[in-house]
Nanobody, 117 residues
Framework: QVQLEESGGGLVQTGGSLRLSCAAS????????MGWFRQAPGKEREFVAA???????SYVDSMKGRFTISRDNGKNTVYLQMNSLKPEDTAVYYC???????????WGQGTQVTVSS
């Protein structure tokens, strides 16, 4: 089992920045993929970014250049640095871990990010 706890959400003005953190505990491994997703009101949950282990990362195109994912394996923590935030970035942001296969196996409870115009 892996437990995930997100933090760092909050209210920020358009153009501002936030850094989200996700601390993993339990049966963690630096080889596991760790990712960020978000869900805006009335919308489906969507992929934001992932760290695939090692230095490999991926992003949804619309967030490239504004969001940066990083991880500290010593702390079992993944981060999402979000810059130039827009009102449409308002959502609950979730952290997830992929142990094997193509699905995401463990999820955090989410942290709210609200960007005011």
């Amino acid at each position: 089992q892996v437990q995930l706890e997100e933090s760092g959400g909050g209210l920020v003005q358009t153009g501002g920045s936030l850094r989200l953190s996700c601390a993993a505990s339990g049966r963690t491994s630096s080889s596991y993929a760790m990712g960020w997703f978000r869900q805006a009101p009335g919308k489906e949950r969507e992929f934001v970014a992932a760290s695939w282990g090692g230095t490999s990362t991926s992003y949804v195109d619309s967030m490239k250049g504004r969001f940066t994912i990083s991880r500290d394996n010593g702390k079992n923590t993944v981060y999402l640095q979000m810059n130039s935030l827009k009102p449409e970035d308002t959502a609950v942001y979730y952290c997830a871990v992929r142990v094997r296969g193509s699905g995401w196996d463990y999820w955090g409870q989410g942290t709210q990010v609200t960007v005011s115009s």
